[in-house]
């Protein structure tokens, strides 16, 4: 190669190496294809995981929309039509075909085992797929991606204590679609369990008290069946009316040995007479008469039956009241061998009707068996004994109709531990007498009759008194039938129950419709025995090595508040007790009674207890509403409704969530 040629291409070499003009195009130019891979890699990279998120999201929802309406449990037997169908509906809201251009989008829910229980289905599993294409790298040869996510929602029972506060008054022997005054007839007498007479309101058929058997008991198959084996539930049971049976419960320590009752007792201001029981009083003319031959040792002194001259005691005439005949003024004389002179007399009780204290212990000393907790009825002549049915007073309350949930006096206080006389009281209704007056009553026994055959519509007995102001509360000739003392089936603290137990519950003889409506009562004894703080507190303690359990309440009630002035429960008789500050004005009594009913439901929120309320057969009122947690009301206007709304519970109380 010729020199000449040599030094030309090196010139032009050496000229393009030395001019950079133009260059920065060529490398853009050469740098374009690398930088489209990065950015595409980017953006496709974005796109799947968008989709996947997006897909998993579908697949959470479809699995807990099929959990939710599962209905059969058994692994053996594939996903309910009605479970897969919503959780495939659920899939699809959630994620559109053809979203960001996917394709082969697939979700499929089945039934699984969740927990150590392999033979029960508690979750519903899913799996979820789609193809998304890439949108820059397609460019390059890249294929589309295959996404694939899974997905498991379960029903998963906490450590869990529920409450139930059941009314189980009067109008629950009704049906759902009755008006609120409902009534079936007169109330009937039964021998109870514990050997007593009580009495009930006779049950329609489909009334409310068999749809809340029925709720409860689908409440409990509905945590069991969605009960993971590791977790624990415990139950307890209050059913109210004016008053609740919770006395066998209660240590004896917090049990009163003695109550002011509204009741009656001998007069101790009636002259005194010869031979005469305290507050007896001369009824009749008397009569005289004279033996002979009696040595004057028998006469004046021994006064034995051989005499002929000795009190005959007290005994029960036809006309229903006690009666006794006495001699006294007794003198003699020598004549006739010796004459021993006397007057008899027939005697009657003058009782004082007003407040007056008898003593409890013999109650508080058998407490725990109920069968065997009776005492000597001190209102009566025959000396008959009375049995505890279980039902209590609460002594010491306050007359406020304003309360702060921060300080609450010691009967609203779930937390409260009263000792020695300001210790819950035994009920007593076989002692509790009604009167005419707000002051002391003197009545003579002649003016009282048996019941039996009369009206209340009569005219007045003699002296004046009708049979309504002069009735016992707990039995016998004057007792009221109305549910004015109603002692209704005995509660239970927390505890495990079997299925069976539940079963056995709710369908006891003694689980019967009767009495009137105090929300209060029933909410405050609820709040009691699930308090961690209180009495109580051990029941609902945390299992071993476990966190606290969540507390709840199902408070259950067919109607509104209903205090009456002339009920004997809780607060003893509120017309003449005045415990709650009504004393004869009834819309006070309501409005008090309400305010407590409010700020005890406060009680319960400021513990952490989820309150469910469930109205059946009216509508949720004001009160109702504060009282439940936000969301936690239901209305039941059909027994299908009403037991509907116990498992929809069952349902928020086990708790629906993903694990995978």
Known sequence: MRNDERHGWSGILGRLRRDKRGNALAIMAASLIPLMGFSGAAVDMARLYIVKVRLQQACDAGVLAGRKVMTDTAVSTPLDPAAKTQATTFFANNFRSGYLRSTAVDFKPVKAASGTDTTVANAVTGTASAT??????????????????????????????????????????????????????????????????????????????????????????????????????????????????????????????EGTYQTRYLSPDVPNIPEAIAGDYAYGAPSSTSRPNIPKAYCVAQRSPATGFTRTGLTWNDEGFYQARAYYNLSWTAANGGTCSGTQQALRAM?????????????????????????????????????????????????????????????????????????????????????????????????????????????????????WYLKNYGGGAFYDDTGSAACGMKSYRLKTWTAQEVKNYVNDPDFKAYGGTYHDVGMIWGTRLLSPDGVFGADTAPWPGRKAPSRNIVFMTDGTMLPTQTSYGLYGVELWDNRTGGQNDTTRDYNNHVARFRVECDAAKAKGYTIYVVAVGVDINADLTYCASPGQTFEASSTDELTDAFKQIAQRVAMLRITL
């Open 351 to 467: 009782w004082r009707y007003g407040a007056w204290t008898w003593p409890t212990k013999d109650f508080v000393a058998s407490h725990r068996d109920l069968n065997n907790a009776e005492a000597l009825n001190p209102t009566r002549l025959d000396g008959s004994t009375d049995r505890w049915r279980g039902c209590i007073e609460e002594p010491l309350t306050t007359t406020d109709s304003t309360f702060d949930v921060n300080n609450l006096p010691q009967d609203l206080d779930p937390d409260a531990a009263p000792t020695g006389k300001l210790g819950w009281r035994p009920a007593w209704p076989d002692v509790v007498w009604n009167r005419e007056v707000f002051g002391t009553q003197d009545v003579k026994d002649e003016n009282v009759v048996k019941e039996a055959g009369l009206s209340r519509n009569v005219p007045p007995w003699p002296g004046g008194y009708y049979p």
């Open 132 to 257: 998304v294409p890439m949108a820059v790298m397609g460019f390059f040869g890249s294929k589309p991606v295959k996404m694939d996510v899974t997905c498991q929602a379960v029903f998963d029972l906490a450590d869990t204590d529920v409450m139930f506060v059941l009314d189980t008054t009067g109008s629950m022997a009704c049906l759902p679609s009755d008006p609120a005054s409902c009534s079936n007839g007169p109330t009937v007498s039964y021998k109870r369990s514990d050997g007593t007479t009580g009495w009930y309101n006779p049950e329609k058929s489909g009334s409310k008290m068999q749809a809340l058997r029925d709720a409860v008991i689908l409440f409990d198959s509905t945590m069991r069946g969605n009960a993971d084996p590791s977790t624990h539930f415990r139950y307890g049971f209050v059913t109210y009316s004016s008053t609740v049976n919770v006395g066998r419960l209660i240590p004896a320590a917090n049990l009163a040995t």
